[in-house]
Nanobody, 121 residues
Framework: QLVESGGGLVRAGDSLRLSCEAS????????IGWFRQTPGKEREFVAG????????HYEASVKGRFFISRDNVNYVVYLQMNSLKPDDTAIYYC????????????????WGQGTQVTVSP
């Protein structure tokens, strides 16, 4: 199970930190990613981190603003979001898979329920 938290309503330029608390077995074997979705659009990959935290990858529009990290002791993955823009408004989902390619493609074994992020102008 993956449970997201930390969403909310902020203004453009503000920061938020999302958390994804995991209770899946063998969490430290899983690659974890963040995805987002807005009404009428496909869910899109935002950021991913591999199982040991040594490799990460970002969607182009968030690179340099968003940072993903993980705590393999407490089974938590974070998404630090800086310089937020109205276009970042979406439901953000945490997801996990043992395969990096499947993670980035959105074909994940585990998904959270999502947390709403709203950025006002």
């Amino acid at each position: 199970q993956l449970v997201e938290s930390g969403g909310g309503l902020v203004r453009a330029g503000d920061s938020l930190r999302l958390s994804c608390e995991a209770s899946i077995p063998a969490f430290t074997d899983y690659n974890i990613g963040w995805f987002r979705q807005t009404p009428g659009k496909e869910r899109e990959f935002v950021a991913g981190i591999n199982w040991n935290g040594y490799h990460d990858h970002y969607e182009a529009s968030v690179k340099g603003r968003f940072f993903i990290s993980r705590d393999n002791v407490n089974y938590v993955v974070y998404l630090q979001m800086n310089s937020l823009k109205p276009d970042d408004t979406a439901i953000y989902y945490c997801a996990g898979d043992l395969n990096w390619g499947r993670l980035v493609a959105g074909l994940n074994e585990h998904w959270g329920q999502g947390t709403q992020v709203t950025v006002s102008p």
